[in-house]
């Protein structure tokens, strides 16, 4: 069965600063999701990884996927206020129509 | 267009009591989860409908939990003999079908139905 660790839990970080959050994952994982969820909202999709190498950037956040290490990373630059919410990264088995397992989540929290 | 709609938004319920929560996937995606989260948690894994196939139950936490799924429409989540334990935020996803791989998409959630239990 397919595990995701994410870390840290949580962040508290300085505007304008760069950090990373990591996404480690037990088995084979052919697709990776990164989520946002504000508090008290719903979860938004913001990325899609579904190869190895695959990498997306939304505006200050990047996302990588390396399949071979089991890694997924978002990447923040120069971090705004606006960032502040819950981080999800979630996959799925390889090759099966399986059931997304999420991670712990990461709780950002951008200060001035 | 629309989303995934979840009703109701809020439920509050006394222990013992029956309770249904329903959700409305976006027109078209074949796939269906049902996901728990406790107050400040991640999110449990419940159950799994992908279009005609059998559901995944594997993360159905007691029989007092079931789940209903008609073709690609409504599904309902019932919880029997509600418990405290079981107060959380019940999300509920779709995706849909993207050429040939039909589990590639991201997953669209509802609202949620935040379940109080007395």
């Known amino acids: 069965e397919l595990k995701v660790e994410q870390n840290p839990l949580f962040l508290s970080m300085q505007e304008g600063k760069n950090y990373t959050i990591y996404c480690n994952y037990s088995?084979?994982?052919?697709?990776l999701y990164w989520y946002r969820q504000d508090p008290g909202k719903s979860l938004e999709s913001l990325f899609v990884?579904?190869?190895?190498?695959a990498v997306k950037q939304e505006g200050r956040l990047m996302a990588s996927l390396d399949t071979k290490a089991r890694l997924s990373t978002l990447h923040i630059t120069a971090a705004v206020h606006d960032l502040s919410a819950t981080y999800f990264c979630?996959?799925?088995?390889?090759?099966?129509?399986?059931?997304?397992?999420f991670g712990t989540g990461t709780r950002l929290q951008v200060t001035l | 267009g629309a989303g995934v709609s979840q009703s109701p938004s809020n439920k509050v319920t006394e222990k013992g009591k029956d309770v249904e929560l329903r959700c409305d996937p976006i027109?078209?995606?074949?796939?269906l989860y049902w996901y728990r989260q406790r107050l400040g948690q991640g999110l449990e894994f419940l159950i799994y409908?992908?279009?005609?196939?059998?559901?995944?139950k594997s993360g159905l936490p007691s029989d007092r939990f079931s789940a209903e799924r008609t073709g690609e429409s409504v599904s309902t989540l019932t919880i029997q003999r509600t418990q405290q334990e079981d107060s959380a935020v019940y999300l509920c996803?779709?995706?849909?079908?993207?050429?040939?791989?039909?589990?590639?998409?991201?997953?669209?959630f509802g609202n949620g139905t935040r379940l109080t239990v007395t």
């Open positions: 409908f992908q279009g005609n196939s059998a559901p995944d």
């Open positions: 996803a779709s995706s849909r079908k993207l050429g040939g791989a039909s589990y590639n998409s991201p997953l669209h």
């Open positions: 088995t084979t994982s052919d697709r």
């Open positions: 979630a996959g799925g088995v390889t090759g099966t129509a399986s059931k997304l397992t």
């Open positions: 027109s078209g995606h074949t796939a």
């Open positions: 990884l579904l190869s190895n190498g």
